[in-house]
C-alpha cells in the first residue's frame, strides 16, 4: 500500500498563474483533508472531504477550490496564485470522523 | 476558536532518557487525541491516538489523557538520537459538532543527545 500520495512534490508559480494539487489515498478512507503549514503558524486546515460527494471549509479557505474527484482522489486548485500562498501544502485521509488522519508527503509550493 | 497549547521547546535529553512533552487544550468536549512525529522536511507521521482518560502504551511511548484537567502528555522512555524531532499535539471533536477536523499544536522540538 501506497498510502497517501501527493503531486507534484515541488512547485514553483509566478503570481497569478493557477495549478492543482493531486492527493489519492488507497485506505479505503472515507474522509479526507488539505492543509498548509508555515512557520510559527503550525499546521491549518484548508478543506476537507468528510465523504464522497462532499466538501466544507476548514480554518483558511480563501484563495482555495476542492474537487473530491472520487473516494480515492481529492484535489486542491490555487486559480489565481498569491505570494501568500507559499507554503508546504499535505494531503491526509481518515476512516472517518474523531478517527486517526494519515499524511502524504506534501508539496512545497513557492509562488514569487 | 479551539485552542492547543504546546511548549515550542527545544526540550533537550540526553539520550537514555525519558522525554516528557505535555500539551492543554481548551475545548472541553474533545473525544480524540494524537501525538504525530515531524522530522525536518518532512511530513507529520502518526506515533500514538488516545481516546479515554488515563494511559495508553505502545513500546517506547506512552500516551496520558486527562479530559477533567483538558491535559494530554507523551512519554518517551529510554530516548535515542533518533527520536530528535518536532512533536505535535492534535485534537479532535469540539463544541461546535465538528468531529472531522483536527486542530494542531505548533510543535515541541525535542533533541536527544548522544
Known amino acids: 500500500n501506497a498510502g497517501v500520495t501527493q503531486t507534484p512534490k515541488f512547485q514553483v508559480l509566478k503570481t497569478g498563474q493557477s495549478m492543482t494539487l493531486q492527493c489519492a489515498q488507497d485506505?479505503?478512507?472515507?474522509?479526507m483533508y488539505w492543509y498548509r503549514q508555515d512557520p510559527g503558524m503550525g499546521l491549518r486546515l484548508i478543506y476537507y472531504?468528510?465523504?464522497?460527494?462532499?466538501?466544507d471549509k476548514g480554518e483558511v479557505p480563501n484563495g482555495y477550490n476542492v474537487s473530491r474527484l472520487n473516494k480515492r482522489e481529492f484535489s486542491l486548485r490555487l486559480e489565481s496564485a498569491a505570494p501568500s500562498q507559499t507554503s508546504v501544502y499535505f494531503c491526509?485521509?481518515?476512516?472517518?470522523?474523531?478517527?486517526?488522519?494519515?499524511f502524504g508527503p506534501g508539496t512545497r509550493l513557492t509562488v514569487t | 476558536q479551539k485552542e492547543v497549547e504546546q511548549n515550542s521547546g527545544p526540550l533537550s535529553v540526553p539520550e537514555g532518557a525519558i522525554a516528557s512533552l505535555n500539551c492543554t487544550y481548551s475545548?472541553?468536549?474533545?473525544?480524540?487525541f494524537f501525538w504525530y512525529r515531524q522530522y525536518s522536511g518532512k511530513s507529520p507521521e502518526l506515533i500514538m491516538s488516545?481516546?479515554?482518560?488515563g494511559d495508553k502504551e505502545d513500546g517506547r511511548f506512552t500516551a496520558q489523557l486527562n479530559k477533567a484537567s483538558q491535559y494530554v502528555s507523551l512519554l518517551i522512555r529510554d530516548s535515542q538520537p533518533s527520536d530528535s524531532a518536532t512533536y505535535l499535539c492534535?485534537?479532535?471533536?469540539?463544541?461546535?459538532?465538528?468531529?472531522?477536523?483536527?486542530?494542531f499544536g505548533k510543535g515541541t522540538l525535542l533533541t536527544v543527545n548522544p
Open positions: 491526509a485521509s481518515a476512516r472517518g470522523a474523531l478517527y486517526e488522519q494519515y
Open positions: 475545548d472541553r468536549v474533545s473525544q480524540s
Open positions: 485506505m479505503n478512507h472515507n474522509s
Open positions: 492534535a485534537v479532535c471533536g469540539d463544541s461546535g459538532g465538528s468531529n472531522y477536523k483536527l486542530t
Open positions: 472531504s468528510a465523504s464522497e460527494g462532499t466538501t
Open positions: 488516545i481516546y479515554s482518560n
